[in-house]
C-alpha cells in the first residue's frame, strides 16, 4: 500500500560521498565521545540523558529528515539509516529513542499543516522539545486498527478518552500525536491528533521497568477526557490509520539500523577479546570455531546492512515495495542483531555477562527490537501475504 502525503514530495536524493562521509564522521565523534562513555552508567541509573540529546540537536540529529525551512537537516532515508547505526554503537537504547522522535517530527512535517509544522518543528528539531508517538494500547499492538481510544467531536474540540501503551518519551515529551477512534470499527475510523504535553486530563502511568532500553522511559499514556481544538488534527479527520502505517515503515528500517550499530559493536569488542583471551596455551582467536563463529557473524550483519540499504533507497524512491522491503530489513537485520551480540556474549564467557564489559546490556537492548514497530512475525506476515497476492 503506498501512502502519499499532502504535498508534492519527490524521491529524495542521497548526499555526495565526501558529504555523507564528514556527517558520519562528526556523528561516530558524537557516539564515542557523548554516548559510549556513559551507556552503562545511563542504563543502571535508568536516566535519559536531555543535556545530551540537545547536543546531539545541535549537530542536526532531532530532523534528520525534516524540511529545511523548519531547520531539519533535509537528508535521505539511506543517509539516515547510516548515521542511526552509527549512533547505535554508542548506546542502542538512546538512538533508538532519537529515531521514534525523527518519527513524530516527520509525521508532523509531512502531514500536518503550514502552521503545526511551524509551531512544533523548530523546537523539536533542536531536541530541546521532544515528540513521542501514542499508537498502541493494552489491547492492540500488532492489530492497531483495534484501538479503542476514542475521539468525540464536541463543537471546535475533540474530547479524547483512553490510554496508550508502551510509549517511549512518555511523561519526558512535549507533544504526543495521538492516534484516536473518530468513526467506524477498522482502519478508517482513526484520526490523529496533536497532543499538547499539560493539557488537562493528560497523565502518565509509572515508569516501566524493562530489560533493556532502561535509559528511555516508557510509560502509560492516559487520556481522561483531553480536549484539543480541531486544529489540533494531523493531516485530516480519518487519515490516521494511514499516517501510522506510512511512519512505520521508516520506523522499521530505523531500528533495523540500531540493531546493525549495536551489533557492530559488540563484534568489534569480540574481535579484539578474542585476540587478547588466552585458553590452553594459545588466544580464542587461534580456536577454528571461534573463527567459524565471528565470520558467521560478519556475514550476517553485512547482509543485513545490505537490506537495510535497499529498503531505505526504496523508501527514497517511493518504490511501490518500499513496505515489503522494510519489512524484510526489519525482520533480517534485528534477528542477525541479536544473535550476532548473543554470540559476542558467549565469545566473552562470563565477562560478557557482567555489565562492566556493556555486551550484556546490548544484548538487553537488541531483543525488543524484534518486538517494536511491528513484531517480526508481523513482519513475515507482510512478505509472506505479498509473495502470495
Same mark, same amino acid.
Given at each position: 500500500?503506498?501512502?502519499?502525503?499532502?504535498?508534492?514530495?519527490?524521491?529524495?536524493?542521497?548526499?555526495?560521498?565526501?558529504?555523507?562521509?564528514?556527517?558520519?564522521?562528526?556523528?561516530?565523534?558524537?557516539?564515542?565521545?557523548?554516548?559510549?562513555?556513559?551507556?552503562?552508567?545511563?542504563?543502571?541509573?535508568?536516566?535519559?540523558?536531555r543535556d545530551v540529546l540537545e547536543r546531539g540537536g545541535e549537530l542536526g540529529l532531532g530532523g534528520l529528515y525534516i524540511r529545511e525551512d523548519v531547520g531539519g537537516t533535509g537528508l535521505s532515508r539511506s543517509d539516515s539509516v547510516?548515521?542511526?547505526?552509527?549512533?547505535?554503537?554508542?548506546?542502542?537504547?538512546?538512538?533508538?529513542?532519537?529515531?521514534?522522535?525523527?518519527m513524530v517530527a516527520w509525521m508532523i512535517d509531512t502531514y500536518g499543516t503550514d502552521g503545526q509544522r511551524h509551531e512544533w518543528l523548530p523546537k523539536l528539531v533542536t531536541m530541546r522539545d521532544l515528540g513521542a508517538y501514542c499508537l498502541t494500547e493494552p489491547g492492540?499492538?500488532?492489530?492497531?486498527?483495534?484501538?479503542?481510544?476514542? *475521539?468525540?467531536?464536541?463543537?471546535?474540540?475533540? !474530547?479524547?478518552? /483512553?490510554?496508550?501503551?508502551?510509549?517511549? +518519551?512518555?511523561? @519526558?515529551?512535549?507533544?504526543y500525536v495521538v492516534m484516536?477512534?473518530?468513526?467506524?470499527?477498522? *482502519?478508517?475510523?482513526?484520526?490523529?491528533?496533536? !497532543?499538547?504535553? /499539560?493539557?488537562?486530563?493528560?497523565?502518565? +502511568?509509572?515508569? @516501566?521497568?524493562?530489560?533493556?532500553?532502561?535509559?528511555?522511559?516508557t510509560r502509560q499514556v492516559i487520556l481522561d477526557e483531553v480536549r484539543v481544538p480541531a486544529e489540533n488534527v494531523l493531516g485530516g479527520e480519518g487519515m490516521g490509520f494511514k499516517i501510522a502505517m506510512s511512519a512505520l515503515n521508516g520506523?522499521?528500517?530505523?531500528?533495523a539500523a540500531c540493531s546493525?550499530?549495536?551489533?557492530?559493536?559488540?563484534?568489534?569488542?569480540?574481535?579484539?577479546?578474542?585476540?587478547?583471551?588466552?585458553?590452553?596455551?594459545?588466544?580464542?582467536?587461534e580456536k577454528q570455531s571461534v573463527v567459524f563463529a565471528l565470520a558467521d557473524m560478519a556475514t550476517e550483519l553485512r547482509a543485513a546492512r545490505a537490506l537495510v540499504r535497499d529498503a531505505a533507497?526504496?523508501?527514497?524512491?517511493?518504490?511501490?515495495?518500499?513496505?515489503?522491503?522494510?519489512?524484510?530489513?526489519?525482520?533480517?537485520?534485528?534477528?542477525?542483531?541479536?544473535?550476532?551480540?548473543?554470540?559476542?556474549?558467549?565469545l566473552h564467557g562470563g565477562y560478557g555477562y557482567l555489565s562492566d564489559y556493556g555486551i550484556e546490556k546490548v544484548?538487553?537492548?537488541?531483543?525488543?527490537?524484534?518486538?517494536?514497530?511491528?513484531?517480526?512475525?508481523?513482519m513475515r506476515v507482510i512478505v509472506g501475504r505479498d509473495l502470495l497476492g
Open positions: 500500500m503506498t501512502i502519499e502525503a499532502p504535498f508534492a514530495e519527490s524521491p529524495v536524493q542521497s548526499l555526495p560521498a565526501d558529504e555523507r562521509e564528514a556527517i558520519l564522521d562528526a556523528v561516530r565523534e558524537f557516539a564515542e565521545t557523548e554516548l559510549a562513555p556513559h551507556a552503562v552508567e545511563w542504563d543502571a541509573d535508568e536516566h535519559l540523558p547510516a548515521i542511526v547505526e552509527e549512533l547505535a554503537k554508542g548506546d542502542p537504547s538512546i538512538a533508538a529513542y532519537i529515531t521514534i522522535h525523527n492492540a499492538g500488532s492489530d492497531a486498527a483495534a484501538i479503542t481510544t476514542s *475521539a468525540i467531536r464536541s463543537g471546535d474540540e475533540y !474530547v479524547l478518552t /483512553g490510554v496508550k501503551q508502551f510509549i517511549s +518519551g512518555g511523561g @519526558e515529551a512535549s507533544v484516536a477512534r473518530t468513526g467506524e470499527p477498522g *482502519a478508517r475510523g482513526i484520526t490523529a491528533f496533536l !497532543v499538547p504535553d /499539560g493539557t488537562p486530563g493528560l497523565s502518565f +502511568g509509572v515508569k @516501566e521497568h524493562k530489560m533493556g532500553w532502561k535509559a528511555q522511559p520506523g522499521r528500517i530505523n531500528v546493525l550499530g549495536g551489533a557492530q559493536w559488540a563484534l568489534d569488542r569480540a574481535v579484539k577479546y578474542v585476540h587478547e583471551r588466552f585458553t590452553f596455551g594459545e588466544p580464542l582467536a533507497l526504496a523508501v527514497d524512491a517511493k518504490a511501490p515495495d518500499a513496505a515489503i522491503q522494510c519489512a524484510m530489513a526489519k525482520r533480517f537485520a534485528t534477528d542477525a542483531g541479536f544473535r550476532v551480540a548473543n554470540e559476542a556474549l558467549q544484548v538487553r537492548d537488541l531483543r525488543v527490537h524484534q518486538i517494536l514497530e511491528g513484531t517480526n512475525e508481523i
